[in-house]
């Protein structure tokens, strides 16, 4: 008997990773995405093999870990990651507990949401903050989680650096892009000796599907990207500046005046939740907090207005459109998204092949 890699991404009679599934949301008058894309556990489930575990992503800034043996965690998907400044530099490892302390991933942990719990390791759980190295020694919950008796030995993953920002990727042997952030970082000014300081970080959570968060926060006149790396756009704040908004996907979203710059990285709590990471660069960043944070509200509420649209549209809930065709695609933003997600989805293996899934070839 043969097996697909896709076997498991069907749902209301749809099969997730087909092209068909996002063949409207392509063409040149595009419509939005399929409401399953912002609904449904399995595209999710999807999403985690064709993005979060394959791309670069943002997981804080070096002012976070400032000193040796400090750890920042970041689940990257349903993977429980961290990195960690050490002797030589940054290194990034998957944590010990990637199921807490169960053996087994527990029923109320499977359905797409980050549960609140004591093993914060986990990659079904919700993260907490960096953690100084004072907090990590012999005998801690947070050394046994995380590091283990042996961190040497944890299976690793890729981190690099982006100006103050640090990436992490779990695949084997991806392509770093160098130039291509070379080019975004010269456009949008965004980290310099203009900007030299960080504000805190506060973390703002949101009822709407992180990909339509990163359209609001990102909405604005497009004025060039870079294939489906990233993305910049002319953008006007609520008082009237005018400011650059880029998306470098998935999870990064930078919008910045000459004198300030909001750093927005995403982290989806749910399926119909992100997590919106907010910290500030500039020479008063504490200043400038509570402005950018009013301007993230201002654009987030957008993204939960049109996450609560499209998640109810052909449901019950919204009768009205049972039948009905999608909206098209307004915003700039919203469909490079698109394409961007759908050449990741394109680039997942599709071929049949007779090795069943889980069985040792050695057997």
Same mark, same amino acid.
């Given at each position: 008997?043969?097996?697909?890699?896709?076997?498991?991404?069907?749902?209301?009679?749809?099969?997730?990773?087909?092209?068909?599934?996002?063949?409207?949301?392509?063409?040149?008058? +595009?419509?939005?995405?399929?409401?399953?894309?912002?609904?449904?556990?399995?595209?999710?489930?999807?999403?985690?093999?064709?993005?979060?575990?394959?791309?670069?992503?943002?997981?804080?800034?070096?002012?976070?870990?400032?000193?040796?043996?400090?750890?920042?965690?970041?689940?990257?998907?349903?993977?429980?990651?961290?990195?960690?400044?050490?002797?030589?530099?940054?290194?990034?490892?998957?944590?010990?507990?990637?199921?807490?302390?169960?053996?087994?991933?527990?029923?109320?942990?499977?359905?797409?949401?980050?549960?609140?719990?004591?093993?914060?390791?986990?990659?079904?759980?919700?993260?907490?903050?960096?953690?100084?190295?004072?907090?990590?020694?012999?005998?801690?919950?947070?050394?046994?989680?995380?590091?283990?008796?042996?961190?040497?030995?944890?299976?690793?993953?890729?981190?690099?650096?982006?100006?103050?920002?640090?990436?992490?990727?779990?695949?084997?042997?991806?392509?770093?892009?160098?130039?291509?952030?070379?080019?975004?970082?010269?456009?949008?000014?965004?980290?310099? +000796?203009?900007?030299?300081?960080?504000?805190?970080?506060?973390?703002?959570?949101?009822?709407?599907?992180?990909?339509?968060?990163?359209?609001? *926060?990102?909405?604005?006149?497009?004025?060039?990207?870079?294939?489906?790396?990233?993305?910049?756009?002319?953008?006007?704040?609520?008082?009237?500046?005018?400011?650059?908004?880029?998306? *470098?996907?998935?999870?990064?979203?930078?919008?910045?005046?000459?004198?300030?710059?909001?750093?927005?990285?995403?982290?989806?709590?749910?399926?119909?939740?992100?997590?919106?990471?907010?910290?500030?660069?500039?020479?008063?960043?504490?200043?400038?907090?509570?402005?950018?944070?009013?301007?993230?509200?201002?654009?987030?509420?957008?993204?939960?207005?049109?996450?609560?649209?499209?998640?109810?549209?052909?449901?019950?809930?919204?009768?009205?459109?049972?039948?009905?065709?999608?909206?098209?695609?307004?915003?700039?933003?919203?469909?490079?998204?698109?394409?961007?997600?759908?050449?990741?989805?394109?680039?997942?293996?599709?071929?049949?092949?007779?090795?069943?899934?889980?069985?040792? +070839?050695?057997?």
């Amino acid at each position: 008997m043969t097996h697909r890699r896709d076997l498991g991404y069907w749902d209301e009679g749809r099969n997730l990773a087909e092209a068909s599934f996002y063949a409207e949301a392509l063409g040149p008058d +595009p419509r939005v995405l399929s409401p399953l894309a912002f609904r449904s556990l399995r595209f999710s489930q999807l999403e985690d093999e064709a993005v979060w575990t394959r791309d670069w992503v943002c997981v804080g800034s070096h002012e976070a870990i400032p000193e040796k043996g400090d750890l920042l965690p970041f689940t990257v998907g349903t993977h429980g990651v961290h990195v960690q400044r050490t002797e030589g530099g940054i290194v990034a490892r998957f944590n010990k507990a990637q199921h807490g302390g169960c053996r087994a991933v527990p029923l109320q942990c499977q359905t797409g949401a980050k549960t609140k719990c004591s093993f914060t390791s986990c990659g079904y759980s919700r993260d907490r903050g960096a953690i100084p190295a004072s907090e990590l020694g012999d005998g801690t919950p947070e050394m046994h989680q995380y590091l283990g008796l042996r961190p040497e030995r944890l299976l690793t993953a890729q981190a690099r650096s982006w100006g103050p920002l640090i990436f992490v990727n779990l695949d084997i042997a991806p392509a770093w892009p160098d130039a291509e952030l070379a080019v975004l970082g010269r456009t949008g000014a965004f980290f310099g +000796p203009h900007k030299p300081r960080r504000s805190p970080e506060t973390w703002l959570e949101y009822a709407a599907n992180w990909k339509l968060m990163g359209q609001s *926060l990102a909405a604005g006149e497009r004025v060039m990207s870079d294939s489906d790396t990233w993305m910049l756009a002319e953008t006007t704040l609520t008082d009237g500046t005018a400011a650059r908004a880029a998306w *470098l996907f998935p999870n990064l979203v930078l919008i910045a005046t000459p004198a300030s710059t909001a750093v927005v990285t995403l982290q989806p709590t749910s399926m119909g939740q992100t997590l919106c990471r907010l910290s500030t660069y500039g020479a008063d960043p504490h200043r400038d907090l509570p402005f950018w944070r009013a301007q993230i509200g201002h654009r987030a509420a957008q993204a939960e207005a049109e996450h609560d649209d499209l998640a109810r549209w052909g449901t019950q809930h919204r009768p009205q459109t049972i039948g009905a065709a999608l909206p098209r695609q307004s915003e700039a933003a919203g469909g490079w998204m698109q394409r961007a997600l759908a050449a990741r989805l394109a680039r997942l293996p599709h071929d049949e092949f007779p090795q069943p899934l889980y069985q040792n +070839p050695r057997g």
